[in-house]
């Protein structure tokens, strides 16, 4: 009873603790939600929710603008179709006004970003959408197709021109071609064109014939593609100047192109494949283009020189750039959101709770709100105000892009897609005020969690109060029995050893292990006894052993019932069959002893006793 | 003429092709992966494979890169898998995956297609990543030795080689590399850690701390750097410090566990047992299966004297690591408490077995063997805790009362109490005040002056019969708090976790003694505290 009551004290004495150091805490239901979530409402209202919206996207394919010159903002998403019918490109460039459907284009190829930039100085300024699929941007005016821009070619060595055109004029064998090309990709200088590589891995020569027969008449080309796109204005910095396209292609080069000529201003050289982008400033000025690369680098390039000014290490590949003035806020895989300055001095770094799905800006001007959302993998979107978490935005599913911005007439809407495809949008309540607090540093919510502890029965306390009384009787009573216990276990070990009955045999200087197999269903079985030689002192090989059996001569027979042991080399396993055959007519069954014996003593080396399993009845048909 | 040149042009590449034949065969290893994959998607499109412009292959890397990066692994490899043309970044993504499902040996067999198709310093470096990871360091080392020619200076492989000389246990040479990864690039904290690793593991503290320090100034937001300058200065006594670090550590990662357990046991060596507990909660919810965390709640419980809850709680770290000796040694302390000897005697017998030269134990099992009325046992276990610490003064000190009690003659009482003073002196010389318990002073001066039967020390004449009942418990106690920290700085960085719980001494005969100045300072160390959780 005492132990009961000091439990209870324990337990008491929990709460108050769970209650003193955590008085800010009191919505229990959302844990994760902060002191300024607490009010019961959400800041955001729930516009449109389409669930079986089917789309499939990223984050770059996502536009809001307004593509009529109308004060009405539409939502460009170029949507990726099913990618899994891969051959087959679903592919659409999708324009929405008010949540419905405006119109549709089918794209060549599976889209990487999608910009509205302005290309003309007309009034009213209409802006182009620019679509960067595969190697080439394509824009489309007033939804119209209107331009394609190819990226510049890359070189190609001329020894594989060479072969290519002999392979064309067929007067190269395939073997030489191989060599050829393989000596120049181990020790060329210019990457070989695809087409070489994916040959140079053929392995089968009638394939590789079949190849470099339906390759041979088609241009070498060797391409790049593009990564990633977004836009930076050219002289001015309104928002409807003219733009140029900064464009991240697979070659690890950044370009500048130009919209109303498309002629290439600048290129920078990225020392890894640029995965996001990041533009400021204007271009006939000075602007900063952040390329976040696959090496998990961050690279910051400035007007006027080809290589990065600066590189951020992070220990992850990021997942989402965004930038406010000069600091880089970069998402990563390892769900950690990190804030770095320009000069690349890390100001924080938070672990978030879940993976990082998708990150958008938040630029609210008309609150003066600037906020990073990042949605997370256990259906969470994280709103972080420099360092502090504001909001916590609770959705169904898994957020893969996300936007915010104008939408129709509204101010404040942050359009979502998810994982399955659906189509959500919330807009920010006109009230909703985001107070900066410091709850990522209060104490972590696990600290009110109560410790389980085990709890003691009635029984252990009364053996407590008996001990108290007759420890010492206990004591030696225990000590005897622990004696005993140990004399009986030396008893019985020295039996088995004399007795050869544990499966491992140890003696002076031969060691061996045994082990039996049961094969077969019945009623003819197939005994396999492995004998290993495990014996590491001395690699004398063990002769002079055999096999023998005991068991109940009215259910089994065996053929042969003895062997002999020929050698045994140290570390072999051998295998000796015999074949057991059941003869009762009973389901029954029983164990079959094994011995290895030597032939100059009586005791059995070792022994294996075999559990049979009840044979199957000898079918008669 | 042209003709003619062109003739010659092949002539050479014929020669070069048969120069190289020899070589293309010994070096272009046959596939890598199966052929039947090659062969499968052969036969099932193989109109459209060959109609597909191939010199753009890799315009979908962008999107792998994209849904590698939001883990997407079986979408990733079933987008793959319908490919036509393979490129080299969709093996290297595929690997990639491989790795992140745990198939290493797949993962590394697709980055060396990937090195062969494209040996470039990325691939290379994925290669020995996967090496390492297999443990095979040897091969590994060599394979980012070769990468070290593609770029002289990038820390990522002077530390990862330096890793895997490490795991060789070829430490001078790691700690060459984990310097030169050091100087090639001065803010990764890695390099920091490990390097302060080596540095503890050759025993060179100092040059550890600074190692750490200076990483600390590099990444002021490092947790772990933090953590690490803080058991520096714990295991040096410089607790206020080590708390400094631990709260700084635990500001940026209020939820790191090794902070977390650090600062548990600095906020325990304050007495400050609820605080303490409230922390393990957090550690409890992430591990709640960590025996070590048990054990530290448990002599929480214990500190706030409520035993049986203490009980319960070692039992269960008993339960999950039967061969901790800490828990064992704290199991007996409590069923000392709780006058359980025999439970005790059995505890420190298992505690025991398990290190045949714990002094600890050994005097802790002299006094339950005592009150066992085992005196023979009992004296034999004082004298060889004694024979194997002999500088222990509390050990000394409960000898001293067993003598008391057994009836030994007053002189040689003496010699023990001579041998406690000159030992306690020096004990208090090396250790911070707090963790000596003055008391024993009182009880030693006690045992001197029984005999004379002094008028002024009636009260404790009337004692004798009791004092091991009363004393011998606590002492153990202290002892085992400095047998601790003394025990901390052996701890490898690695199981820092295992902290073990000192446990505060509680006077339970306090009424004799005004409690220290201890327990003030305890609420202004609880300050800082308050502040960094």
Not at chain 1, 387 to 408: H, P, S, W
Not at chain 2, 103 to 115: G, S, T
Request: aromatic share 10%; glycine share 4%; hydrophobic share 40%.
């Amino acid at each position: 009873m005492p132990s009961n009551k000091r439990e209870k004290s324990a337990s008491r004495q929990y709460q108050e603790i769970s209650g003193n150091t955590n008085e800010n805490e009191t919505d229990q239901t959302r844990p994760t939600t902060t002191t300024a979530a607490t009010d019961t409402k959400s800041k955001w209202l729930s516009a449109h929710n389409d669930f079986v919206a089917g789309i499939n996207t990223v984050g770059s394919c996502v536009e809001l603008v307004d593509l009529y010159a109308e004060g009405s903002v539409n939502l460009v998403i170029a949507d990726f179709g099913n990618i899994l019918l891969m051959p087959k490109i679903q592919a659409k460039l999708k324009v929405f006004k008010e949540f419905s459907l405006l119109k549709e284009n089918n794209l060549s190829d599976l889209p990487c970003a999608v910009v509205a930039c302005y290309m003309d100085t007309l009034q009213p300024r209409i802006p182009a959408l620019a679509v960067a699929s595969g190697s080439a941007v394509f824009l489309f005016k007033s939804l119209r197709p209107y331009y394609k821009f190819v990226l510049p070619q890359m070189e190609i060595a001329q020894v594989e021109k060479d072969v290519w055109h002999k392979a064309r004029e067929g007067n190269i064998d395939m073997r030489a071609m191989h060599d050829v090309l393989n000596d120049l990709h181990r020790g060329g200088t210019v990457p070989l064109t695809h087409r070489s590589l994916a040959f140079l891995q053929m392995t089968n020569t009638n394939e590789a014939h079949q190849f470099v027969e339906h390759y041979k008449t088609i241009e070498l080309k060797r391409q790049s593609c593009i990564t990633c796109m977004k836009k930076l204005n050219k002289n001015s910095a309104d928002e409807d100047a003219l733009n140029c396209l900064v464009i991240g292609t697979e070659d690890q080069h950044i370009y500048i192109i130009e919209a109303q000529a498309f002629t290439i201003m600048a290129t920078m050289n990225c020392p890894a494949t640029p995965s996001f982008l990041d533009v400021s400033g204007v271009y006939d000025v000075e602007f900063r283009i952040l390329a976040t690369c696959r090496n998990g680098y961050i690279y910051l390039f400035r007007r006027g020189s080809e290589t990065p000014r600066n590189a951020i290490y992070l220990n992850s590949i990021a997942v989402g750039l965004e930038r406010f003035g000069k600091n880089i806020i970069v998402g990563c895989m390892d769900s950690s959101l990190h804030c770095y300055t320009t000069k690349g001095k890390r100001y924080w770094k938070h672990l978030l709770p879940a993976q990082i799905t998708a990150m958008c800006q938040i630029d609210y001007r008309p609150k003066g709100f600037q906020a990073v959302a990042v949605a997370l993998a256990n259906n969470e979107i994280h709103l972080y105000k420099d360092k502090f978490l504001v909001d916590v935005i609770q959705v169904e599913e898994n957020i893969y892009a996300m936007k915010f911005g104008k939408l129709g007439r509204e101010d404040a809407t942050l359009v979502m897609i998810t994982k399955n495809g659906g189509l959500l949008v919330k807009i920010l309540k006109r009230t909703a005020t985001f107070e900066e607090s410091d709850t990522l540093h209060g104490p972590p919510k696990e600290q009110q969690v109560k410790i389980d502890v085990p709890k003691r029965t009635k029984l252990y306390v009364d053996q407590t109060l008996r001990e108290k009384e007759q420890a010492e009787n206990m004591y030696r009573i225990f000590q005897q029995d622990l004696i005993r216990l140990k004399l009986l276990t030396g008893k019985e070990f020295l039996k088995s050893v004399q007795a050869g009955l544990n499966p491992i045999a140890k003696t002076k200087n031969e060691a061996i292990r045994i082990n039996a197999e049961v094969h077969g269903l019945g009623p003819r079985f197939k005994l396999t006894v492995k004998l290993q030689n495990t014996s590491s002192t001395s690699l004398t090989p063990i002769i002079d052993l055999f096999i023998s059996f005991t068991y109940d001569e009215n259910i089994y027979s065996l053929n042969p019932n003895y062997i002999e042991i020929p050698i045994l080399i140290t570390g072999i396993e051998y295998g000796f069959c015999t074949f057991v055959t059941c003869i009762t007519d009973k389901v029954i069954s029983d164990i079959i002893k094994v011995y290895v014996c030597r032939r100059d003593s009586s005791a059995p080396l070792i022994s294996a006793v075999i559990n049979m399993p009840v044979a199957e009845p000898n079918l008669s048909i | 003429m042209e003709k003619k040149h062109v003739k010659h042009g092949v002539e050479q590449l014929l020669k070069a092709a048969v120069n190289l034949s020899q070589f293309a065969m010994v070096t272009s290893t046959p596939p890598v992966f199966p052929s039947s994959i090659l062969k499968s998607s052969n036969d099932t499109n193989i109109n459209s494979k060959w109609s597909n412009d191939i010199s753009t292959v890799d315009k979908y890397n962008w999107l792998l890169h994209i849904m590698y990066g939001r883990s997407e692994y079986d979408r990733i490899q079933q987008f793959i898998r319908i490919q036509s043309f393979k490129s080299t970044y969709m093996t290297y993504i595929q690997a990639l995956v491989y790795r992140q499902e745990g198939r290493i040996v797949d993962a590394l067999d697709y980055f060396q297609k990937c090195v062969i198709e494209e040996p470039s310093l990325i691939h290379i470096k994925q290669v020995g990543k996967s090496l390492a990871l297999l443990g095979r360091y040897r091969l590994a080392i060599d394979v980012y030795k070769d990468a070290l020619k593609h770029a002289k200076n990038d820390w990522d492989i002077l530390y990862n080689i330096g890793l895997n000389y490490f795991h060789l246990n070829e430490l001078t040479e790691a700690k060459r590399y984990f310097l030169q990864a050091l100087q090639v690039s001065e803010i990764q904290e890695v390099s920091y850690l490990s390097l302060g690793k080596m540095y503890l593991l050759d025993n060179e503290r100092e040059e550890a701390e600074t190692v750490f320090q200076r990483g600390a100034n590099r990444n002021p937001e490092s947790p772990t750097l933090f953590t690490e300058l803080g058991l520096r200065a714990f295991a040096k006594a410089n607790y206020t410090k080590a708390f400094e670090c631990f709260g700084t550590a635990l500001t940026f990662a209020p939820t790191y566990i090794p902070a977390l357990m650090a600062a548990c046991q600095v906020i325990q060596k304050h007495g400050d047992a609820d605080v303490a507990l409230s922390k393990y909660r957090i550690i409890y919810r992430q591990k709640p299966e960590c025996a070590q965390v048990w054990n530290n709640i448990g002599m929480c419980f214990f500190s706030k004297k409520k035993y049986v809850a203490a009980v319960s709680c070692l039992k269960r770290a008993n339960y999950l690591a039967p061969f901790e000796l800490y828990v064992l040694y704290n199991l007996a302390l409590v069923h000392l408490h709780l006058q359980q000897n025999a439970s005790a005697a059995i505890f420190l017998q298992s505690a025991i077995r398990l290190d045949k030269r714990h002094a600890a134990s050994y005097a802790l099992l002299g006094i339950a063997l005592s009150k066992l009325n085992d005196t023979d046992n009992a004296l034999r276990a004082f004298t060889y805790s004694i024979k194997l610490d002999p500088t222990d003064p509390i050990a000394l000190l409960n000898l001293a009362i067993f003598q008391k009690n057994t009836g030994v003659s007053q002189s040689s009482i003496d010699i023990t109490l001579t041998q406690f003073h000159q030992y306690y002196t020096q004990r208090v010389a090396v250790t911070n005040q707090k963790e000596i318990d003055k008391s024993m002073l009182d009880v030693a001066a006690k045992l001197q002056n029984l005999p004379s039967f002094a008028p002024q020390n009636n009260e404790i004449v009337v004692v004798p019969p009791q004092p091991t009942i009363l004393f011998s418990p606590n002492k153990p106690v202290i002892e085992d708090s400095m047998n601790l920290s003394k025990s901390n700085p052996h701890e490898l960085s690695a199981l820092r976790t295992k902290t073990y719980e000192d446990r505060r001494f509680r006077q339970k005969q306090s009424q004799h003694q005004p409690i220290t100045s201890l327990d003030n300072t305890d609420f202004e160390q609880n300050e800082p505290l308050n502040f960094s959780l």
